[in-house]
Each structure stands twice: as structure tokens, then as C-alpha cells.
């Protein structure tokens, strides 16, 4: 079995950043890494493109990553999707944004791209290819008695817009199909050209929810790229801003799955618990979010002794009232009778497409960023991933639930083992252009940041990759024989980004 060290090394162009390596290769290299992905040996953690390249970030058992890169002039290069159907969507997305035509690619309808955008489509000529965005078609399904529900794309609530198109005998759905892009603002296209300040404020926009994140990502990347370690309090004040921000997420989560099944009182107990932790991020950080204060090389805000003191007074909080919390979802009948195996995930699916987060770590999938690939500081904390293998909605619960009491002790080790001195370190811009790429673990799980910084400091190229690029189409076949009446409830279990995926 080739490793994919080996398969890069093996490269003619090859670029070392630890701890990731990149190579363009030749064709035949590309063919057996899509035979890796295909066969379960390898994970796909990204595919994007340019005008004339085309790219997959990998991950090999041994937990090694490292992107390939494939030129495709004119445009064509072999469908990694009909092989590996995670990539199936990239390649769309891809097609849309850069008229790369992947040659056998089972799926050719527009991704990000409505209809609207005026362009010349790559798949446009091909049979079965896109046509104007009214006459997008929705897959069937065949048999007696199926009927057809849409819902959305715009919703009764304050989610942002996508399109359900359900196929269901009785209240039983037998198909359920997903229509994005709705949301897709052309964040990497506004990156293209912008210094590095700029697109990190970009960055930290691709999902609000994920603000902290995708900042650490971004910085993470750059930093890759240009060599520099940031000073080391700035490292762990990082990792407590991401503590916190996974904290306030599950905080609302659980909450917001328990009052779709019409359990509020969780969900008002919890919202409180979401808002104490948005209060303590606001009075460390001056910001309920912590936008904008991971900047590349450090980060922009210090943490003085009141601000530590509201995320001490947090922590307490929340460990006296959670578990009482906790006791009263797991002794409330009627709402396991709407968690327990409703929305299933297979281990196999969960590994096929490489889910992150509480998705994967429900279904068996154990993999976690901050311990697989050990940045710091995690590598000087301790903390343990909690992994359950019954993939339903109640399983998706508890790995938040285990998470948000790990989180709590991550944040007190932080606290406690906070090093002093500055916040932010020098960037030194390279001659000639460089590239980076991080992976950073998010509430929901890894966000990929890949960039290459050409001449003057300039984002030549940025691709941000949520982990709902690979979750979405799992809501998909996990909602399958399930009744209409429990897609709320497994939706907000998974809870999609809309618009980190719409980029």
C-alpha cells in the first residue's frame, strides 16, 4: 500500500511546510490516490481549483496530510467524484467557479452557480449538463403513492436560505435532496489580490458561528507559509478562544435540538448557559464572538485579570447548573422517544466521507485535529475525544454534551498554564511566493485553510473548506426512513453551515 509521503516525495515539485507537504504530480499519481480514496484507505479533506489546476488535501492512515496537485489545461482533469463520491460536490462547486470540466463526473448540474451569473458554463454542452437555475432538476425517486414536499429556500425562521426537496411514501421519506449556494458571496474571489490583514478579516466571515475557527485556520496557514511562530501566549490565548466559542456552539445546540422536539424548557435553560459564555467572551475579548482578535501572528487582544476572572465565574457556572441539565434529558421519556435512533449515520458512511466533528465522532470516526495532528498547545493538553457508534440524534447529543465538559477542563488548564510576554510577533513577507495550509479543529469539526502568497504579501489564492461540504450530503442518507415530522429535529443535530459551505 503506497503512502501518501512516498506518493509526494516522489514528485518532481515538491513543497515542504511542515507538517504538510504539497507536489504537483503526473497523472498516473493522481489516478492512485483517487484509487486510495476509493478503496477507504485515504480521506479526502478538500478538493478546489484554479484556471488550470486542480487540488486535493489527503489524509493517509498513519494520519499524515499532504495536498496533490494536478495541472489540467484546458481545463480537464479525471473526475476524482466518480470513483469517491465525497468529492462530488467540490467538483460541481469547482466547475462553477474556475470552468474546470472533471471528465466523467456523474453529477454535472450547477453547484454555487444559480443560473445567474452570466458565465459559460464548462459541463454546459455535456448531456444531462446546467442549464438556467429554473430548471434545476431534483432527482426522483420511483414507486406507488411518493409525493414530493419542498421546503424553502426561504424558511419561517432566522436560518439562512436552502432548498429540501423531499420524496416521501406517506410520512416517510424515502429521498431527501439537498439545493445550496444560496448564500455563496464570493468570499475567495474577494480574497484574490487583498494583503494578508484584509483577507484575515475575510476569513473570520466565512461563518459566523465560526468565527474563532476559521481565524485560527487562516492565521495558521499563513503562518505555514511564511515560517513564523507567533509569540507563545498569543498560541494558548488562541486555543481559549476557541475553547469558548466551542462552548457557547454546543451550549445552543443542545438546546436548539431539544426544542425541536418541543422540549423549551432545555432550550431556555441552555440559551442562558450560550449567553453567559457570549458575556464572558465580550468582557475577555471585546468582542460576544471574538471576531477579529486571531490575527496572523498572534492574536490582537490580551486577556487581563477581569477578563479572566468572568471566564473563571463562566466555567463555575456552568459547572454547577450543566449537570442537572444533562440528568433532565436523559430522564425525560418523551424526549429520548424523538432522539433515540431517529436520523442513524453508519460508521461506514461517516468514514467513507471523512465527517468531522460531533457528526463523525457519533458514527465511529475518531478523529479530532487538536489531538491527531497536535498544534499547540494542544499538544501540551490533556483531554479526551469522546466517540459513540450509534450515529443517531441522541448520540450526536451526548459527543456535545462529553465535549462541552471537556472543553470546560481545556479552558482551566489554559487559565492555569498561561505563559506571559507579547501577543503578536512580526510578519515577514518572503521572496517570491510561498504556500501554507492548517487544519484547525471548529465546533463541527476540521476547517481547512490552504493560501499561496505571491508577490508583495498579496492572497494570490485562499480556499477555506468547512466540514459541511462533507456533512450535508450525510443529513441526506441519514434522514432516509425516517418520517417528515423528525427532519427538524435531525437537521439541527447535524447543524449544516450554510454559509461557511457557500463560500
Given at each position: 500500500m503506497p503512502a501518501l509521503a512516498d506518493l509526494i516525495e516522489a514528485a518532481r515539485q515538491v513543497e515542504h511546510h511542515?507538517?504538510?507537504?504539497?507536489?504537483?504530480?503526473?497523472?498516473?499519481?493522481?489516478?492512485?490516490?483517487?484509487?486510495?480514496?476509493?478503496?477507504?484507505?485515504?480521506?479526502?479533506?478538500?478538493?478546489?481549483?484554479?484556471?488550470?489546476?486542480?487540488?486535493?488535501?489527503?489524509?493517509?492512515?498513519?494520519?499524515?496530510?499532504?495536498?496533490?496537485?494536478?495541472?489540467?489545461?484546458g481545463g480537464r482533469y479525471p473526475s476524482?467524484?466518480?470513483?469517491?463520491?465525497?468529492?462530488?460536490?467540490?467538483?460541481?462547486?469547482?466547475?462553477?467557479?474556475?470552468?474546470?470540466?472533471?471528465?466523467?463526473?456523474?453529477?454535472?448540474?450547477?453547484?454555487?452557480?444559480?443560473?445567474?451569473?452570466?458565465?459559460?458554463?464548462?459541463?454546459?454542452?455535456?448531456?444531462?449538463?446546467?442549464?438556467?437555475?429554473?430548471?434545476?432538476?431534483?432527482?426522483?425517486?420511483?414507486?406507488?403513492?411518493?409525493?414530493?414536499?419542498?421546503?424553502?429556500?426561504?424558511?419561517?425562521?432566522?436560518?439562512?436560505?436552502?432548498?429540501?426537496?423531499?420524496?416521501?411514501?406517506g410520512e416517510t421519506v424515502v429521498r431527501l435532496e439537498e439545493r445550496l449556494g444560496y448564500v455563496h458571496k464570493g468570499i475567495e474571489g474577494l480574497m484574490a489580490g487583498a494583503p494578508i490583514d484584509r483577507a484575515a478579516k475575510l476569513a473570520g466571515r466565512t461563518s459566523g458561528d465560526s468565527t474563532v475557527a476559521y481565524s485560527f485556520a487562516f492565521a495558521r496557514a499563513?503562518?505555514?507559509?511564511?515560517?513564523?511562530?507567533?509569540?507563545?501566549?498569543?498560541?494558548?490565548?488562541?486555543a481559549l478562544m476557541a475553547e469558548l466559542e466551542r462552548l457557547a456552539n454546543h451550549l445552543g445546540d443542545i438546546g436548539a435540538i431539544c426544542n425541536d422536539a418541543a422540549f423549551a424548557l432545555m432550550h431556555a435553560h441552555c440559551g442562558v448557559l450560550r449567553e453567559r459564555a457570549l458575556r464572558a467572551a465580550d468582557a475577555a475579548f471585546g468582542h460576544r464572538l471574538m471576531r477579529d482578535r486571531i490575527v496572523p501572528g498572534g492574536v490582537a487582544s490580551d486577556l487581563n485579570d477581569a477578563g479572566a476572572n468572568a471566564i473563571r465565574s463562566l466555567v463555575a457556572e456552568?459547572?454547577?447548573?450543566?449537570?442537572?441539565?444533562?440528568?433532565?434529558?436523559?430522564?425525560?421519556?418523551?424526549?429520548?422517544?424523538?432522539?433515540?435512533?431517529?436520523?442513524?449515520?453508519?460508521?461506514?458512511?461517516?468514514?467513507?466521507?471523512?465527517?468531522g466533528g460531533y457528526v463523525g465522532r457519533a458514527s465511529g470516526r475518531d478523529f479530532d485535529a487538536r489531538r491527531d495532528l497536535a498544534y499547540a498547545p494542544y499538544d501540551e493538553l490533556a483531554f479526551d475525544v469522546p466517540v459513540l457508534q450509534e450515529g443517531d440524534v441522541n448520540a450526536r447529543v451526548w459527543v456535545r454534551v462529553r465535549e462541552v465538559e471537556q472543553s470546560l477542563s481545556l479552558v482551566e488548564q489554559i487559565l492555569g498554564r498561561l505563559p506571559g510576554g507579547p501577543i503578536r510577533g512580526d510578519i515577514a513577507l518572503a521572496d517570491g511566493p510561498r504556500e501554507g495550509m492548517a487544519l484547525v479543529e471548529g465546533f463541527r469539526g476540521d476547517i481547512l485553510a490552504w493560501l499561496r502568497i505571491g508577490e508583495g504579501g498579496l492572497i494570490e489564492r485562499c480556499h477555506l473548506r468547512d466540514p459541511s461540504w462533507f456533512q450535508w450530503p450525510l443529513l441526506e442518507a441519514a434522514i432516509e426512513g425516517n418520517i417528515v415530522a423528525d427532519f427538524p429535529i435531525c437537521n439541527k443535530s447535524f447543524n449544516c453551515s450554510y454559509s461557511g459551505h457557500d463560500l
Amino acid at each position: 500500500m503506497p503512502a501518501l509521503a512516498d506518493l509526494i516525495e516522489a514528485a518532481r515539485q515538491v513543497e515542504h511546510h511542515a507538517p504538510w507537504r504539497r507536489a504537483v504530480v503526473a497523472p498516473k499519481a493522481w489516478d492512485l490516490a483517487v484509487e486510495q480514496l476509493a478503496h477507504g484507505r485515504w480521506s479526502l479533506l478538500g478538493l478546489w481549483g484554479q484556471p488550470d489546476r486542480v487540488h486535493m488535501a489527503l489524509l493517509d492512515e498513519a494520519r499524515n496530510v499532504g495536498v496533490i496537485s494536478l495541472d489540467c489545461r484546458g481545463g480537464r482533469y479525471p473526475s476524482v467524484g466518480q470513483q469517491h463520491p465525497p468529492a462530488l460536490r467540490l467538483e460541481r462547486a469547482a466547475a462553477d467557479l474556475f470552468g474546470l470540466a472533471p471528465q466523467g463526473l456523474p453529477d454535472t448540474r450547477r453547484w454555487l452557480d444559480h443560473g445567474q451569473w452570466g458565465v459559460s458554463h464548462p459541463l454546459a454542452a455535456r448531456p444531462g449538463g446546467p442549464a438556467a437555475a429554473s430548471s434545476y432538476r431534483f432527482l426522483t425517486a420511483e414507486g406507488e403513492s411518493l409525493h414530493q414536499i419542498a421546503v424553502g429556500p426561504v424558511h419561517a425562521g432566522i436560518i439562512e436560505p436552502g432548498h429540501f426537496r423531499f420524496t416521501a411514501g406517506g410520512e416517510t421519506v424515502v429521498r431527501l435532496e439537498e439545493r445550496l449556494g444560496y448564500v455563496h458571496k464570493g468570499i475567495e474571489g474577494l480574497m484574490a489580490g487583498a494583503p494578508i490583514d484584509r483577507a484575515a478579516k475575510l476569513a473570520g466571515r466565512t461563518s459566523g458561528d465560526s468565527t474563532v475557527a476559521y481565524s485560527f485556520a487562516f492565521a495558521r496557514a499563513v503562518e505555514a507559509a511564511l515560517g513564523v511562530t507567533p509569540p507563545p501566549r498569543a498560541i494558548w490565548l488562541r486555543a481559549l478562544m476557541a475553547e469558548l466559542e466551542r462552548l457557547a456552539n454546543h451550549l445552543g445546540d443542545i438546546g436548539a435540538i431539544c426544542n425541536d422536539a418541543a422540549f423549551a424548557l432545555m432550550h431556555a435553560h441552555c440559551g442562558v448557559l450560550r449567553e453567559r459564555a457570549l458575556r464572558a467572551a465580550d468582557a475577555a475579548f471585546g468582542h460576544r464572538l471574538m471576531r477579529d482578535r486571531i490575527v496572523p501572528g498572534g492574536v490582537a487582544s490580551d486577556l487581563n485579570d477581569a477578563g479572566a476572572n468572568a471566564i473563571r465565574s463562566l466555567v463555575a457556572e456552568i459547572r454547577q447548573r450543566f449537570p442537572h441539565l444533562v440528568e433532565l434529558y436523559d430522564n425525560t421519556a418523551s424526549l429520548q422517544d424523538r432522539t433515540v435512533a431517529t436520523g442513524r449515520l453508519q460508521v461506514g458512511l461517516a468514514r467513507q466521507y471523512a465527517a468531522g466533528g460531533y457528526v463523525g465522532r457519533a458514527s465511529g470516526r475518531d478523529f479530532d485535529a487538536r489531538r491527531d495532528l497536535a498544534y499547540a498547545p494542544y499538544d501540551e493538553l490533556a483531554f479526551d475525544v469522546p466517540v459513540l457508534q450509534e450515529g443517531d440524534v441522541n448520540a450526536r447529543v451526548w459527543v456535545r454534551v462529553r465535549e462541552v465538559e471537556q472543553s470546560l477542563s481545556l479552558v482551566e488548564q489554559i487559565l492555569g498554564r498561561l505563559p506571559g510576554g507579547p501577543i503578536r510577533g512580526d510578519i515577514a513577507l518572503a521572496d517570491g511566493p510561498r504556500e501554507g495550509m492548517a487544519l484547525v479543529e471548529g465546533f463541527r469539526g476540521d476547517i481547512l485553510a490552504w493560501l499561496r502568497i505571491g508577490e508583495g504579501g498579496l492572497i494570490e489564492r485562499c480556499h477555506l473548506r468547512d466540514p459541511s461540504w462533507f456533512q450535508w450530503p450525510l443529513l441526506e442518507a441519514a434522514i432516509e426512513g425516517n418520517i417528515v415530522a423528525d427532519f427538524p429535529i435531525c437537521n439541527k443535530s447535524f447543524n449544516c453551515s450554510y454559509s461557511g459551505h457557500d463560500l
